[in-house]
Each structure stands twice: as structure tokens, then as C-alpha cells.
């Protein structure tokens, strides 16, 4: 099982960036993924999931309305769509999966927004 993100880089405030996370050894269609984030000196936050199953969507409260996760079965990636950044969404961003009860994770990619 294998992850990378990536597509993160420097914007300025209310831009839009889309990270892309591609996925190999399993199914992205088949599996919880999500995203979460780390800022410095701050706790890692979950931004946004896919539960198993596929039929509902989760969102931190910080990004709710801005943010939007998916996937492309065609080429197994799993997207985080970024609208209207803000200076509060720079953090290193890192998608993960569950499988079978146990989490992969992908090396992140760093966003920076600034004012």
C-alpha cells in the first residue's frame, strides 16, 4: 500500500489549490480515505474523510464549505479541492487509508497561504 500526495504550494489568500493523493495496493473506491493536516506547532486536525462505504462525507469545521474531497476511480487518486484559502489553512497536508483496521498514511505536501 502506497500513498503520495501531492500538489501543495504558496497562494495568496482566497485562491484555490487542489491536492491529489495517488494511491496504489488497494482500491480508493473500496476504502475509508481522507486527509488531515498539521500545522507548526499545532495538533493534527482531520480536514476530510470518506467513510467506507462511500455514501456520506466528513469535514472539520475550519474548512466546511471551502473544502471538497473525492475520488477518481479511473486513475485510483483521491482529491482535495481547497477554495478560498485562508493564512489559517497553511499546514502540511497528508492523506491516509484504512485497511483492515489499520491506517496508511502518505508523505504530505505543504500548503502556504498568505495575506
Known amino acids: 500500500v502506497q500513498l503520495q500526495a501531492y500538489g501543495g504550494g504558496s497562494v495568496q489568500t482566497g485562491r484555490s489549490l487542489r491536492l491529489s493523493c495517488a494511491a496504489s495496493?488497494?482500491?480508493?473506491?473500496?476504502?475509508?480515505i481522507g486527509w488531515f493536516r498539521q500545522a507548526p506547532g499545532k495538533e493534527r486536525e482531520e480536514v476530510a474523510c470518506?467513510?467506507?462505504?462511500?455514501?456520506?462525507?466528513y469535514y472539520g469545521g475550519s474548512v466546511k464549505g471551502r473544502f471538497t474531497i473525492s475520488r477518481g476511480s479511473a486513475n485510483n487518486t483521491v482529491y482535495l479541492q481547497m477554495n478560498s484559502l485562508k493564512p489559517e489553512d497553511t499546514a502540511v497536508y497528508s492523506c491516509?487509508?484504512?485497511?483492515?483496521?489499520?491506517?496508511?498514511w502518505g508523505k504530505g505536501t505543504q500548503v502556504t497561504v498568505s495575506s
Open positions: 470518506i467513510p467506507t462505504g462511500g455514501i456520506s462525507t
Open positions: 495496493g488497494f482500491t480508493v473506491g473500496t476504502h475509508a
Open positions: 491516509y487509508a484504512i485497511l483492515e483496521s489499520r491506517a496508511y
